[in-house]
Every structure is written in C-alpha cells, then in structure tokens.
C-alpha cells in the first residue's frame, strides 16, 4: 500500500463515525471565528480606500496617494505565504485548534493596534512604517487562519457532505464584509467629513480588541480534528510538512492556488477598488459605495450556501468550473452599471458581480482540501489560498493603475475581473484529476 493509500485510508476511517450534530457544532465555531477574522481583515481594505490615503500617505496626487494605500493593502497579503508556511507547518504537527487560537488572537491584537496608530501629521514618516509592519503582521496572522478553519472544519464533517460544510466558514467573508463596512457607514453618518477622518476611522478597529474575546471563548469550544488524531495515533504524522508538500505536491499548490484566486482577487476588485474608484473618479459618496458593498455581502452568504449545496450535489470542481464562467460573463456588464451614475444600479452591479464570484469561491474550500493528504493538508491549503491571496492583493493596485492609464475608464478593471474569472475556470477543471481520492467525497 501507497504511503498517500494509506494515508487516505486513515482520513476514511477517522470519519466514518462523525455525527451531523458534531459537523454543525464544529461549523459554526469556525464560521464564528472566521467572521470576526475578516472584520478585521477587511477593515483594512476599505480604510486603505476612504481614510489611509489621506491620514497615511501625503500627496497632491490623488492617484498616487491611492496606490501607495493600495500597496500597503498588497503588502499585508504578500505576507501571508510566509505566514502559510509557519502556521501550516505548526497545524500539521501539533494540531489544527492549537494554532487556530494562535491566529485568531493575533490578529485581534494587530487590529487594534492600528486604531491606536498615530497619523502622518502626528508623527511623519514613521506612521505609513508602522502601519505597512502592522499590516505584515496582520498577513502572517491570518495565512494561518483560514486554511486552518477550513482543515478542521471538513475534517470534521461526513464525506459526502464536505462540499456543503466547506463552504461554512466562507460565510465569514461576507459576514466579516457588512460588520466593516457597515461600521465603516455608521461612522460616515454619525460623523461629520472631518471628524471621521481625524478620529471616526478609529472606532470600527478598536472594536475588535472585545470582539477578539469572544472568538478566543468560541475557539476554545472547538473540538480537534478526529483526522488529525488518528494521524497521530497512527505515527502518520510527518516531520518536515513543507518539505514534503513542496515536493509531492507542487502541482496541487498551483491548480489550488488558480481556484481560489477568483473568490479572494474578484473580490478585492469589486469590493476596495471599486470604492476607490466610485469616490474618487466617478465622485459618487462613500456611503453609496459602502452599501453596495454591503447588500453584495449580505446576498452573498445566500449563494455560498447554494454553492455549498451545489457542489454536495454534482461536485465542488464543476461549481468553481462553471462558476468561473458566468462571473467572466457578468463583467463588462457589472462595470457598465457601476459607471451609470445610478444608485440603484451602482448597488446591482457589485451585487452582480460579487454573487456570480461566490460561486467558485463557495466550492474553492472543498477543492482545495481535497488536493491534499490529510498528513500535509494545513499546510497545502495554506500555500494555495495564501498564493492567492498574495496576488489578489496587488489586484486593487494594478487596477488603480490600468484605469488611470486608460484615462480613467473602467474596461481595464472589467478585462481584470474576466481573466481572473475564466483562470479559475481552467482550474476548476483540472482539479478532479490531482484530488486525493476518498470514497464518497466528490471532487
């Protein structure tokens, strides 16, 4: 028997006698978890368009101004690889709920700490320093965090329910989305233009530090992978999981990473760039552009359950497959909309354009886990999603940049969203053939 046969074997028979009572309870604990972990992440993304452009980054140049804030944005998800790799590592030695409260607590501390931040008029250039070392941080946090939610929770489920369970804690997202930037709105009526500039920015990062409690207490609550323990007891757990990873499956890593760029990068594009660029170019208000990104989020756990629940039903690849190629689609059309100078219209198009993203990034979960033995799963998923993640983050840049170029017409970032969309198109249908084979789960 094959050291992957063997492998395979023991993740079957470590769930066999998993209960649907004990999938939800797990669920739910890393949904939880997750939400409160891309607030936080995602508080970043809409400050680096309406506020560190302007508190941070000193410029004449709008422009200019936006891409500096946009690459701090980038730095933070370049950081994440790295931070894949320790967690990843960390997860597939001592356990996957041991390095979850690691990131989880890490990233509430990071997060706070950049609401305590003095601005570039209080201290000069050691302000845009100390934010871009803070959103590093906050990457390597949350390079682990993720894969990590995502290892344990479907290694908790029943197999022939991972597609719908995967897709559980990618309702972190969305949710995460409408508590930042509904946080983000609340200020912008409460305060007037100047004060939420100078201090109203603050309180939505501030907030996280007691939220941070509440995911420590839920985190605590979570039950280890019974994958992960049959590992252990099985003496299958390896030494060097990057090593390992790297050379046994580095095509995993890429055709993971392709799956999950769409649902990470897509949605970058649709949500921080286009903030930026319906304030700043097209001169809509920022709370117009703040609830647009919050209805696309609230739609969007709608459609990561169907997604879920599609891909139970004829397999997580052909979810991503033929998700990919409906948001390729609804591109030009969303950015069409977007660029109409209606309101209505202007919510329908980043609604449009998030829900048809959903759909792959509903299944990327399941995919991905799939890719990888459970012996080096943490750390597979990690470099695959955090690959992603890295290059998504320099999307809203290079966006700001294409545009800018084109004299601020929006084709080049609807040409963005149809490329990412159809590169994970392709992924989606070749996955299925690098799938760890398990009986009963469906790639």
């Not at 609230?298 to 979810?319: D, Q």
């Amino acid at each position: 028997m094959s050291e992957t046969t063997r492998t395979s074997a023991i993740e079957y028979d470590a769930t066999q006698e998993l209960s649907i009572k004990d999938a939800n309870k797990v669920a739910l604990g890393a949904l939880i978890g997750t939400a409160l972990e891309w607030y936080d992440f995602f508080l970043f993304s809409a400050a680096a368009a309406l506020v560190f452009n302007v508190q941070y980054f000193t410029s004449e140049n709008a422009t200019a101004a936006a891409l500096a804030s946009f690459a701090t944005f980038g730095v933070g998800l370049a950081a994440r690889p790295i931070g894949g790799i320790i967690f990843g590592r960390m997860g597939d030695r001592i356990g996957r709920r041991k390095v979850l409260m690691i990131t989880i607590v890490g990233i509430g501390l990071v997060t706070g700490l950049i609401g305590m931040l003095p601005t570039y008029a209080a201290i000069g250039i050691a302000a845009p320093i100390l934010l871009v070392l803070l959103r590093v941080l906050q990457g390597l946090f949350v390079g682990g965090e993720w894969s990590g939610a995502m290892t344990i929770v479907v290694e908790n489920a029943p197999l022939h329910l991972r597609a719908r369970y995967a897709a559980i804690p990618q309702i972190g997202s969305p949710i995460g989305t409408i508590l930042s930037s509904g946080g983000f709105f609340i200020m912008t009526l409460v305060f007037s233009q100047q004060n939420f500039d100078a201090w109203g920015w603050r309180i939505p990062f501030l907030i996280a530090l007691p939220l941070l409690l509440v995911a420590v207490y839920i985190r605590s609550k979570l039950e280890e992978s019974p994958v992960f323990r049959q590992l252990e007891e099985s003496g299958e757990v390896v030494k060097s999981p990057v090593l390992t990873t790297f050379r046994d499956s580095w095509r995993q890593i890429i055709v993971g990473m392709a799956a999950a760029l769409l649902g990470v990068g897509g949605f970058y594009l649709v949500t921080a760039f286009c903030v930026w660029y319906g304030v700043n170019v097209l001169g809509y208000d920022s709370s117009l552009m703040l609830l647009g990104s919050m209805v696309a989020a609230a739609v969007e756990i709608f459609v990561l359950i169907w997604g879920g629940n599609l891909g139970a039903k004829y397999g997580a690849s052909r979810v991503i497959l033929w998700g990919g190629v409906l948001s390729a689609v609804v591109a030009v059309p969303a950015f069409m909309m977007l660029s109409s100078g209606n309101p209505v219209l202007v919510v329908i198009a980043m609604t449009l354009a998030v829900s048809a993203l959903s759909l792959p990034y509903a299944a990327s979960g399941t995919v991905l886990t799939g890719l990888f033995p459970a012996k080096t799963r943490y750390t597979g998923v990690g470099l695959a999603q955090n690959t992603a993640g890295m290059l998504s983050g320099f999307i809203p840049l290079l966006a700001t940049g294409f545009v800018a170029a084109a004299g601020d017409h929006w084709w080049p970032a609807a040409a963005m969203l149809a490329f990412l969309s159809l590169f994970t198109a392709v992924a989606g249908a070749i996955a299925p053939g690098l799938s760890v084979k398990l009986p009963g789960f469906k790639h």
